[in-house]
């Protein structure tokens, strides 16, 4: 199976999923309860009246839980991609086109650190910026790191960990911690949902990767 095809039945099954758990959830406006995704770039668009600028970037080490809270946020109503390719991180959208979107990076991405210059893009494009940092717990996040070779000894984590501390300092804009265990409990989703005006309740189905470390 190649990476696009491993992608998108990835892809696919959170949808069924997701789906399933919202099945007799009624829909908040005509419309919005059959979300529109577009494969090719792996963007979501769910209509949403709500218009004002807003850019949500997550950010936290490789094998943190930021690319589910990324997709938790694009189910909430976010365009967006939870997967390593990052569509607007390559191109800036403007405002106009996609007024809420979020962006992933985790530290590094790939091998980049250049964080705080995607920062000051994305705000010279006029999207008001919060910064959300997915933090977990060391030894499940070593774990995982060296299984999906994100790295092959410990001493690459430890390296990671300095450097993203020192990345995270430079960042000018709010920062917010979400931690990987908050990432099943509804607070957080009430909490996303007021703080940043987002139109949909969603019931994510979440799969907890510490308990087999």
Known sequence: MSPCSSCADKQRRFQEALAKKNAEAKAIKEGTDKPKFDMKSAIYARKDTNKDPLCLFVTGLES?????????????????????????????????????????????????????????????????????????????????SLTINHIEKEEEKHEQIHKSYEILSQIKQEIYPVTYQGLSKPYLYQWLQNRFMLPFKVVTPFKDGDSKW
């Not at 930021?66 to 997967?83: A, D, F, K, P, V």
Request: net charge negative; aromatic share 8%; charged share 20%.
């Open 64 to 144: 943190s839980g930021n690319r589910y809270l990324t997709q938790i946020l694009i189910e909430m109503g976010l365009e967006g991609c939870s997967e390593h390719e990052q569509p607007f991180l390559d191109n800036i959208p403007t405002i106009e086109e996609h007024p809420r979107i979020v962006i992933r990076m985790s530290l590094p991405h790939g091998h980049q650190w250049n964080h705080v210059e995607v920062l000051d893009k994305i705000e010279k494009a006029g999207y008001p910026i919060c910064v959300l940092n997915v933090v977990r717990d060391y030894y499940p996040c070593l774990q995982s």
